[in-house]
């Protein structure tokens, strides 16, 4: 059993490992960066570190986040952070990348527990777009939560 | 054997003997120039410096570290004795020595497997031409508590003058542990220690003695030292802080007596002075051959664990310094740059609570202060003088010279301008390949200068000052100069410059094109009499550290280059400016000036030249970058009434009028007006370097000047060209700062088009400018009737007189005054045109002789115009307009002081009174 952390952009409910996850919070003082990727939606300031915030809406090729009430940022842990804590989801090695970065979301749901044996792949109503950044569905009580491939989302094209 | 020795002891080690290898060189080069008046002290440095390596090398058991070392110190000994004398062939050697030392400290665990027969097989040679035989050992036994007597080899010279000079010889056994870390010495401590009371013959860990220690107490590594010291027993183990236990003295009469038989004709030494540190024995030594003694030392010495520790108090600490890992001071001062941030953050937070707060400001002000000092204090430990970079060019200077058969001389000044250590580290490629330069192809050979008549000895110096807030980096020399014809040459063959471009560059700019990349190229480049090598790389490493690069140069008189870098790279002072809600850092180093224009003279001032923007300033065509078109920023302006922020859809002010009527249509005429006059429609333009270009950036706002601390782009950010990093403000927010290259990549402003626009606009000034002088007119202005004016062209008057009315002679009704013997007509200009007379009240009038040239030559007056006073002779510029006066010569008026003046051509005149060419009236 694994326990996800839950977050919803538009009506969608998505999933990640909370290993994964360095910290949750509500920075959204986002400072653009003019001529980068669509989806690289700025900077913010966590504590005197610099971190990359992803619009992942954008990056799933939804559209671009409105801020709300409800909006947060998922910020992952670094790959050394992952590394020394060695961490691993499937039995492999996770990576993000080497500097931090965080996802914005459009708003923040559960920490729930699900068996990662029973995860199916992606169903076939998701977009191109969006399937290449899934890695699978697993059904719960709740609903059908999906899963994101990291790995994809960082680096994939 | 070296496996077993701790890993940090080797790392002192060669960080140790690399620091000697850096103070010997510049004292080696001190050497070779001293010649005959070679100062003792100089030699000493250097003789103990390489006897430390030799030492530290012995004792961790790098062999050919030992060996070389050894035969380089036992030629410094004959140097310093005087039985040699300084020569280049000796240094050239000495220095071979030296850099081979270096490659094995480089690698030191292949030490041994790294060749250096070449080195001694030299150095040998100089020795054995002193008769002495490299290599000769004595054997020297000790018994220690272990069963088997050990043996050391020594140096049979070293022995030798040891104990000519007085010295005992002790055996000290020094327990790694208990003796030396305990004490919170390292082994390379304790040896130099040593060294600095006597002489360590030989050093080397006890591995041997592991085994057997086994069953004792503690494994503790056992360090002997054979030590020679002018000291008695109880004095060197208080010098040593070791137990007396430890140290043994050996018998040395065996060895005494062998040398007394080897050198009946050796005259006995000079007795040491007082001083255990006087090394300057001279004594004569015998010059024999090997000497191999058995000496079976005598004292009993166990080397059972010792009891007590002796512990003496740590005396011998002041002043020293501490070796501390880099990483270390780096996280430091990230650490610190963060702090100050933080601190920023929190006297903005509280900057309104002084007053609730009982005594908030002077504890702002003490954090303040501190956190400021901390800062600085942890900069610094990162500082290192320049110097270490300089101090390596004497000797590349000094090889380079030798084998390009020149002379060359070369001075340092301000080695000690501190950089931060990253900056220094850069540098010294940039520098080297100037330096090398220099040498190669700057300076003449001998024979070229002295036929120039220069100094046969070429001079380099490098000054390192500050200026303005950075540091200064001059490199000169007194060379050729560099030929800016060779280098367009060479530019246009290699298609870096067009023909046509070529012929509107200054010669400055084409000097500077040896900075262009691809310029240099593996060809020769002594074809081009100048530098070349690399430049572009000296540029680009010098812009990545936040400097730049200035070339001047004088044909003939030589070549500087400058180099402008920041004190350090982690903090950097940086304008805020803002664009729209935008901010973004721009490093203070690229900044030249701010230029404010009005909107009103915005028309006036702002130009566009081959599409793009330029600013005119102080007759130099600024290009012009707005900031938010090229980060494609959306534009928004104040609603002047509302003071509401709206999307801006117009691109250019410049192209206000003529587009988007239909949206102006719908605005109020008179808001757009008041708007345009509006201060948030000025231009606030952040003048830019880069390079030898300088450009505008049009922002919206100007702010303080921060120091920020950079933080790197992250993967996700890094194919932004604009940015070279972001920072966080004191207020707590991320901005970007801006980089002037990539802003200049990004609006694609090309430097070479706005300087031939320039340079066109030039000529054009030119070319009004020989217009003006074409209307100027040198004219002679008088009057004819009181309130007539007339002005005649200066250049046309040959002579002026005064003449009095009885003087005038009528013939007929032309009059005729007598001018130099022969009758001179003269001319009434109320004759010819429709002026009123000259008054004939008056007793004396002026007569105006016109210059009348006939083939060539000026020929007798012809005639005289009447005038009736000279006002002025002046040079006008006038735009001469047409009048209704009609007559011969008049050429047109013009306002002169107020008075209409008429403009006449006396030659007209004359040719009209039929005093010239035969011409009939």
């Not at chain 1, 590394?83 to 989801?89: G, H, K, P, V, Y």
């Not at chain 2, 003694?293 to 108090?313: F, L, W």
């Not at chain 2, 046309?796 to 005064?802: D, N, P, S, T, Y």
Request: aromatic share 4%.
């Amino acid at each position: 059993m694994s326990q996800f952390a839950t977050f919803r952009l538009g009506e969608r409910m998505f999933g990640l490992d909370i290993l994964m996850i360095r910290e949750i919070n509500r920075l959204l003082d986002i400072t653009p960066v003019p001529h980068s990727a669509d989806y690289t939606r700025g900077l913010i300031n966590l504590r005197g570190q610099i971190v990359t915030i992803i619009d992942l809406g954008v990056r799933l090729g939804l559209t671009r986040r409105e801020i709300s009430d409800n909006s947060h940022n998922i910020i992952l842990k670094t790959d050394s952070e992952l590394t020394s804590a060695r961490i691993n989801i499937d039995g492999k090695q996770m990576s993000t990348s080497m500097d931090l970065v965080g996802f914005l979301v459009d708003a923040i749901g559960d920490v729930i527990e699900a068996d990662d044996s029973k995860k199916e792949p992606a169903p076939a109503n998701v977009s191109e777009a969006e399937g290449r950044f899934l890695s699978g569905v697993i059904k719960t009580d709740t609903g059908l939560l999906v899963l994101l491939s990291i790995q994809d989302v960082l680096h994939g094209n | 054997m070296s496996s077993l020795v701790d890993e940090s002891i080797i790392t002192d080690f060669v960080a140790e003997s690399r620091d000697h290898l850096n103070s010997i060189e510049p004292d080696l080069l001190v050497m070779e120039q001293g010649g005959e008046a070679l100062s003792q002290n100089v030699i000493n440095r250097v003789f103990r410096a390489i006897h430390s390596i030799k030492g530290g090398a012995g004792f961790l058991a790098f062999e050919s570290l030992k060996k070389l070392s050894h035969s380089m110190e036992s030629v410094l000994m004959l140097l310093r004795e005087g039985k040699l004398a300084v020569n280049s062939e000796i240094m050239d050697i000495l220095f071979a020595g030296l850099d081979r030392l270096r490659t094995m400290l480089d690698d030191i665990r292949a030490s041994d497997s790294i060749p250096c027969q070449t080195e001694l097989v030299r150095l040998n040679v100089i020795l054995e031409g002193q008769g002495i035989v490299p290599g000769a050992m004595v054997h020297v036994q000790s018994d220690t508590s272990s069963p088997e007597k050990r043996v050391f080899d020594l140096d049979a010279e070293s022995v030798k003058a040891a104990l000519n000079r007085g010295m005992s010889i002790y055996h000290a056994t020094a327990y790694l542990h208990r003796d030396i870390k305990d004490q919170g010495k390292t082994p390379m401590v304790f040896l130099n220690n040593a060294l600095s009371v006597g002489q360590c013959l030989d050093a080397f860990i006890d591995l041997g003695a592991i085994a057997e220690l086994e069953h004792c107490l503690e494994q503790d590594l056992a360090v002997t030292i054979l030590f020679a010291t002018v000291l008695e027993a109880d004095l060197a183990a208080l010098a040593l802080k070791l137990p007396m236990e430890q140290l043994e003295r050996l018998d040395t009469t065996a060895i005494r007596k062998q040398m007394k038989a080897e050198s009946k004709e050796g005259e006995s030494s000079n007795l040491p002075k007082g001083t255990n540190e006087s090394e300057d024995g001279n004594g004569e030594l015998n010059t024999g051959g090997a000497v191999i003694t058995e000496i079976e030392e005598s004292s009993e010495v166990s080397a059972q664990a010792p009891e007590q520790a002796q512990s003496k108090g740590k005396n011998d600490t002041t002043g020293e310094t501490l070796r501390v890992r880099v990483d270390l001071l780096t996280e430091l001062m990230n650490q610190a740059g963060e702090l100050v941030l933080s601190r920023n953050q929190l006297l903005r937070a509280l900057a309104g609570q002084h007053r609730n707060i009982p005594g908030l400001a002077s504890i702002l002000q003490n954090i303040n202060q501190v956190t400021s000092e901390l800062q600085e204090g942890i900069m610094q430990t990162r500082m290192q003088p320049i110097g270490t970079i300089f101090n390596r060019f004497p000797r590349i200077v000094r090889d380079m010279a030798r084998n390009l058969g020149k002379q060359i001389d070369i001075a340092i000044k301000g080695a000690e301008v501190e950089l931060d250590k990253s900056i220094v580290e850069l540098l010294a490629d940039p520098l080297t390949h100037i330096i090398r330069n220099c040498a190669d192809h700057a300076i003449e050979p001998v024979d070229e200068r002295k036929k120039a008549n220069k100094n046969p000895t070429g001079n380099i110096l490098l000054h390192a000052y500050h200026e303005g807030g950075q540091v200064c980096i001059a490199i000169s020399d007194d060379g050729r100069g560099i030929d800016a014809k060779k280098v367009l040459q060479k530019a246009i063959a290699k298609g870096l410059v067009t023909k046509s471009q070529a012929e509107e560059m200054t010669e400055r700019e084409i000097v500077n094109l040896v900075f262009a990349p691809g310029f240099s190229t593996a060809e020769k480049v002594s074809d081009i009499s100048g530098r070349g090598v690399g430049m572009d790389v000296v540029r680009s490493n010098t812009e990545k550290l936040g400097g730049h690069v200035e070339l001047q140069t004088q044909t003939g008189q030589g070549t500087t280059v400058l180099l402008r870098l920041p004190l350090t790279l982690a903090i950097i002072p940086s304008m805020i400016v803002g664009v729209e809600d935008h901010r973004f850092a721009i490093p203070q180093v690229n900044v030249v000036e701010f230029v404010w224009v009005r909107a009103v003279d915005v028309a006036k001032r702002i130009e566009r030249v081959h599409g793009a923007e330029v600013l005119r300033l102080r007759d130099q065509l600024l290009p012009l970058i707005r900031l938010a078109e090229v980060l494609e920023l959306e534009r928004t302006f104040y609603h002047p009434k509302t003071g509401e922020r709206l999307t801006d859809r117009r691109i250019e002010i410049a192209d206000r009028r003529s587009r988007d009527s239909q949206e102006l249509a719908t605005r109020d005429a008179e808001d757009e007006m008041e708007r345009r006059k509006d201060w948030r429609s000025d231009y606030n333009i952040v003048v830019l370097r880069l390079g030898s270009n300088h450009f505008g950036v049009i922002v919206d706002e100007l702010f303080d000047i921060e120091e920020i601390v950079v933080k790197p782009l992250s993967e996700f950010t890094q194919g932004c060209k604009c940015f070279s990093g972001a920072t966080i403000l004191g207020d707590g927010r991320v901005i970007m700062i801006l980089d002037a290259g990539g802003l200049v990549a990004q609006a694609h402003l090309h430097f070479m088009d706005l300087q031939a626009e320039e340079k066109h606009r030039r000529e054009e000034e030119k070319r009004m400018a020989a217009l003006a002088a074409s209307r100027r007119r040198s004219i002679i202005l008088c009057t004819g009737a009181d309130d007539e004016f007339f002005a005649i062209p200066q250049d046309r008057v040959m002579r002026l007189e005064k003449i009095t009315m009885t003087d005038v002679q009528l013939l007929g009704d032309r009059e005729f005054v007598d001018y130099r013997g022969h009758g001179l007509p003269l001319i009434r200009l109320d004759r010819f045109m429709e002026v009123k007379p000259v008054s004939s009240d008056l007793q004396e009038i002026f007569i105006l002789i016109p210059k009348v040239i006939e083939n060539g030559m000026v020929t007798q007056a012809k005639a005289g115009i009447v005038i009736s006073n000279i006002i002025d002779a002046k040079d006008v510029e006038v735009e001469l307009e047409n009048v209704k006066v009609k007559g011969p010569g008049v050429l047109g008026s013009a306002i002169l002081q107020h008075h209409l003046t008429l403009f006449i051509e006396p030659l007209e005149l004359l040719k009209a009174a039929g005093v010239m060419g035969g011409e009939a009236a």
